[in-house]
């Protein structure tokens, strides 16, 4: 298992690495500098400023002196925010960004979750066709029309909760959380449903039911354990996914999170600042991918042996 | 009479074909039919809009503005007087090809390095297959950003960086399906003609996995018209003087507590169409019988 953890960090590493240096040659690619703005700038001035970032010195200079100071945790500063930096603006989307997430995990899995369990104890009734009706919904509606939607409804029409802020009044929280969660709140409930009607056609279930242990034993003791098993490893991957989804989320709802401050330095050609985060972003999502990985494996000791053979 | 023993009776008098009898099922599925009734409609409808659309394209109208649905604008218009039936037959035009066009650039991608791996097997299959795993765990959400960010907003791009994103399932799903086939007898016999590596997997085994190839092509087309829309949304994609359904809902959100048809009409018309494809995808998968075709 050990030997299993260290490999796979090994082979995290390089993967971190081959971000880092394609994102960087990648934004030295792009056409037009970071100080090519619509006035015209005196050219001591663009000089003196290229200077102050080293954007005077080689390539591959500024390429290692960049992964030193990334060793040291310092993204540089922000070309469009000065006297700013990126770890300042991170450090102030980051937390953010992290609670809108978490809000939306929550939703998904105790909608997702309890849908999907009602919905397998009542297979080919309308208590197992309204979930699933529900989850095509959220997989098919995207969340940048969801969000619009629901802020038209419940926010201009129905006045229950604010179209836009985070934490500012009470409740501006809610739409924010329910529409980057809805596409996750429908695919774990038609996982669980899934896991579900495979764990209660097993002979352990009918055994339990035998003894004549009341219904709600036989499920919350003996079933809900392996029928929920599938929902571990989807977690890992849905992290990625609610970082992207929070980018429009975010814009939507003007929450000042990473994701909105990712997309306007994308508008704004703020190239330390896109380098930053996207380097913040990936090397988080790997490290939840490789945590999904081990959790899996710690789980299910088949797939520890993968490592080393593909089949 | 059921149409079981119906079926049974026309494979006897006639033989009957592994298409017809899918064809056969898929006709059962309701929603997979309809699915696929709507998906056509669409399509012809996309083919034929510059003669069909009820408004040129650049027709404004500042004078009138917005207005709701209408007899002379069945779905209202814009904030510039533009029939909004014409934006998003035009619109459709571009989120539609979009998915088809990126499906192919992500299918050809996907089957051949899937084939191969699964094909050649050994060293190289685990390479390669070590790669698609590597792949899989970047955010690649960000980096179709980036690209757009560093490259300019062009379609052609757009296209490549979807397509290249989302080959990653194909490929497994294909390795999968040729290690099976790789051990079929149909296989040593072509081999024992000595036919060459290249042709009998061009010539014997690509056709025999046709099913799985299919079902996931269709699976894919809405996951990519998403992100087509995810971007356009964020303006990172279709550019104007182009549109597309992502960028109508994104003008939409934008108006919508003054002009909400202006976001609901553009949201059911891409909405309608991932249902459509979803329930056809499944419907199929069904039909063809295949297994673990959507991870």
């Not at chain 1, 029409?157 to 985070?166: A, E, I, K, R």
């Amino acid at each position: 298992m050990i030997r299993f953890v260290v490999v796979r960090i090994f082979q995290a590493l390089p993967v971190i690495l081959a971000v880092i240096t394609a994102t960087f040659f990648l934004i030295r690619m792009a056409p037009g500098g970071p100080f090519d703005s619509e006035k015209a700038v005196m050219p001591e001035v663009k000089a003196a400023l290229e200077a102050q970032y080293k954007l005077d010195r080689p390539i591959l200079d500024q390429y290692f002196s960049y992964l030193a100071d990334l060793g040291e945790g310092d993204f540089g500063p922000s070309f469009k925010y000065p006297g700013r930096s990126v770890n300042e603006l991170i450090a102030a989307g980051m937390p953010v960004t992290a609670e809108l997430g978490f809000y939306a995990l929550i939703f998904a899995v105790i909608v997702g979750g309890l849908s999907g369990v009602i919905a397998s104890l009542h297979p080919n009734t309308w208590r197992d066709h309204l979930p699933m009706t529900f989850a095509m919904i959220g997989i098919c509606v995207p969340s940048f029309l969801l969000g619009p939607s629901l802020m038209l409804l419940f926010g201009v029409h129905l006045d229950w909760f604010p179209v836009s802020g985070w934490g500012d009044i009470p409740g501006d929280k809610v739409l924010p959380s329910i529409t980057l969660g809805a596409a996750y709140a429908a695919y774990v409930s038609r996982l669980s449903r899934a896991g579900m009607l495979e764990v209660l056609s097993q002979d352990y279930i009918r055994t339990a039911r035998a003894k004549g242990l009341s219904e709600w034993r036989v499920i919350t003791q003996h079933a809900l354990r392996g029928g929920l098993m599938p929902l571990v490893a989807f977690l890992g991957p849905a992290f990625a996914g609610l970082l992207s989804g929070s980018f429009v989320v975010e814009t939507i709802f003007q929450v000042p999170g990473l994701g909105r401050f990712y997309v306007q330095a994308a508008f704004n050609r703020d190239y330390t600042m896109i380098l930053g985060t996207t380097i913040f972003l990936s090397t988080l999502i790997v490290i939840f991918n490789l945590m999904s990985d081990v959790l899996a494996a710690w789980m299910n000791p088949r797939l520890r042996s993968e490592l080393f053979n593909y089949d | 009479m059921t149409e079981q023993e119906d079926l049974e009776i026309n494979d006897i008098a006639s033989g009957s074909s592994l298409s017809k009898d899918a064809w056969i099922r898929l006709r059962k599925n309701r929603p997979a039919l309809g699915g696929l009734i709507i998906l056509t409609a669409f399509f012809a409808i996309a083919l034929f809009t510059p003669w069909i659309a009820p408004y040129g394209y650049e027709v404004q109208d500042l004078n009138l503005g917005a207005t709701g649905p209408s007899q002379d604008h069945w779905l209202g218009t814009d904030i510039f007087g533009r029939d909004l039936l014409t934006q998003i037959m035009y619109g459709g035009r571009i989120s539609l090809s979009v998915g088809f066009l990126a499906t192919i650039v992500a299918l050809f991608i996907g089957v051949t390095w899937g084939s191969i791996a699964g094909f050649v097997g050994g060293r190289i299959d685990s390479v390669m297959m070590r790669l698609v795993d590597i792949l899989y765990a970047l955010p690649f959400m960000i980096f179709i950003i980036l690209l757009m960010v560093v490259f300019g907003r062009n379609m052609l791009l757009l296209f490549l960086a979807i397509g290249a994103v989302e080959w990653l399932t194909m490929a497994r799903i294909m390795r999968g399906q040729v290690q099976n086939l790789r051990q079929q007898e149909f296989v040593e016999a072509a081999v024992a003609i000595g036919l060459s590596r290249s042709v009998i997997l061009v010539r014997h085994i690509i056709p025999n996995a046709i099913g799985p190839i299919i079902v996931y092509t269709t699976l894919t087309i809405p996951s990519v018209m998403l992100l087509e829309a995810f971007l356009s949304f964020l303006g990172l994609g279709i550019q104007p003087p182009e549109t597309s359904w992502g960028l109508l809902i994104a003008y939409g959100a934008e108006t919508m507590e003054e002009y909400p048809w202006l976001l609901l009409f553009p949201g059911f018309f891409l909405a309608v169409t991932l249902f459509s494809l979803n329930f056809l995808g499944d419907g199929l998968r069904d039909a063809l019988d295949v297994r673990g075709a959507k991870d």
